[in-house]
């Protein structure tokens, strides 16, 4: 009995088919998440994968899809080239319906470009779920905060720019010069207990102390004179 050779061809074909439904599931759940602020602040889930999570699988899928896409071609060229040229012939004899292709085609980018109806009905509904998310949390017990906190940026920090919203104990305490086992100790003396890997967004949600007021109980022990 022969053996069957393997076909690389229907492997990238249905690994394409495999990426652009992940693409496509992954791009509806982050059109619908909250934006990152509110995503750390509420721990936000879906599936058991946060959003950081959510936005490497999209990134992910989205480079195998580029990736599968030109082997496609790779493999495919000669009947792709071929189906292009009867098309294009058909469509020459079919003007009313290239112009109006072509027409149709510019109005949808005019209308994504300018944020023209009905694109922006969808996009204002993307972003009035980050308010309900926000909503959902205050709701909820959480200390939502605004986006002006979250990026706050403190006197003594020297983060460079950094806003503190967005660093974990770890990273807060290699910015204060302090050992990890000193920043959890800070904070538990101030009622907040946390891990290292805690955002500071997390953090302020559950303690409902702001993320510059957080990292200002972290720094460097004076010893009395």
Do not use: C
């Not at 439904?21 to 998440?33: E, K, P």
């Amino acid at each position: 009995m022969t053996k069957r050779p393997f076909q690389w061809r229907a492997l990238v074909a249905l690994l394409l088919l495999g990426a652009g439904a992940m693409l496509l599931v992954s791009g509806s759940v982050l059109y619908l998440a909250p934006s990152g602020r509110v995503a750390k602040t509420i721990e936000w889930r879906l599936f058991g994968l946060d959003k950081d999570q959510w936005e490497a699988l999209h990134t992910a899928f989205g480079i195998v899809f580029l990736v599968l896409f030109s082997l496609h071609l790779k493999y495919n060229w000669r009947s792709i080239l071929a189906y292009a040229r009867r098309k294009l012939a058909g469509a020459l004899k079919l003007r009313a319906e290239l112009a109006w292709a072509t027409v149709l085609t510019l109005a949808f980018a005019l209308i994504a470009v300018f944020d023209l109806p009905p694109l922006q009905q969808v996009m204002a509904f993307g972003e009035g779920m980050t308010d309900y998310w926000e909503r959902w949390g205050e709701a909820h017990g959480y200390y939502v905060t605004r986006e002006e906190e979250a990026h706050e940026e403190g006197d003594e920090a020297g983060t460079g720019g950094k806003g503190w919203g967005k660093l974990t104990v770890a990273a807060l305490a290699a910015e204060k010069g302090v050992s990890l086992e000193a920043a959890l100790a800070q904070l538990a003396a101030a009622g907040v207990e946390a891990r290292p890997e805690d955002n500071l967004l997390t953090l302020s949600g559950k303690s409902g102390i702001g993320p510059s007021d957080l990292a200002a109980l972290v720094g460097p022990e004076t010893e009395a004179p």
